[in-house]
């Protein structure tokens, strides 16, 4: 066990032949005791200030330790949320080339379609320019027929005209 202050007060010491001086001995163990009750007050105000400190540093510790949790989970969620990201922008790429393939199918459908027409329509066309040249030759060819000329110099005579429509009524 630890010498105490009043350990030190109490000491009798045993008396010699020649001893020490009494007084002077006392002195030297009150500067001793005071001294000592020194030492212990600081020790135990260290001991405190120490304790105050530990407690501290607890309190930081566990502080960092709550600040190091949530940045690992920040952390974590921010890389979650950036996968979230990549994987839909990957779907929404992925969905863009579909619509744009069907739309490149569909507008290559339509000019095919569009081309088939044309050539229908331009065959169409052929035929109706053969067809209307055709008749117009056959109507030309009516025109310079002599028969046109025939009937030009065949002469009604009125006299009949009155018969025939005399006979008619």
């Keep these: 066990?630890?010498?105490?202050?009043?350990?030190?007060?109490?000491?009798?010491?045993?008396?010699?032949?020649?001893?020490?001086?009494?007084?002077?001995?006392?002195?030297?163990l009150n500067q001793i005791i005071k001294d000592y009750e020194l030492l212990i007050r600081e020790k135990k105000e260290l001991e405190e200030q120490l304790n105050s400190q530990s407690?501290?540093?607890?309190?930081?510790?566990?502080i960092e330790e709550t600040l190091n949790k949530s940045i690992v989970i920040a952390q974590e969620?921010?890389?979650?949320?950036?996968?979230?990201?990549?994987?839909?922008?990957?779907?929404?790429?992925?969905?863009?080339e579909k619509n744009a393939d069907r739309i490149v199918n569909e507008s290559l459908a339509k000019a095919r379609k569009i081309a088939i027409e044309i050539?229908?329509?331009?065959?169409?066309?052929?035929?109706?320019?053969?067809?209307?040249?055709?008749?117009?030759?056959?109507?030309?060819?009516?025109?310079?027929?002599?028969?046109?000329?025939?009937?030009?110099?065949?002469?009604?005579?009125?006299?009949e005209l009155e018969k025939l429509s005399e006979e008619e009524l």
Excluded: C
């Design 1 to 28: 066990m630890p010498l105490t202050p009043l350990d030190i007060h109490n000491k009798e010491f045993s008396r010699g032949f020649r001893g020490y001086d009494e007084d002077e001995v006392n002195s030297f």
């Design 55 to 62: 407690e501290r540093l607890g309190y930081f510790s566990n």
């Design 77 to 96: 969620t921010a890389e979650e949320v950036k996968r979230n990201a990549h994987k839909e922008a990957k779907l929404l790429i992925r969905e863009a």
């Design 119 to 159: 050539e229908e329509l331009k065959k169409q066309s052929k035929v109706f320019r053969m067809r209307f040249k055709m008749l117009m030759e056959a109507q030309l060819d009516l025109l310079n027929n002599d028969d046109w000329d025939a009937l030009m110099e065949f002469e009604v005579d009125n006299e």
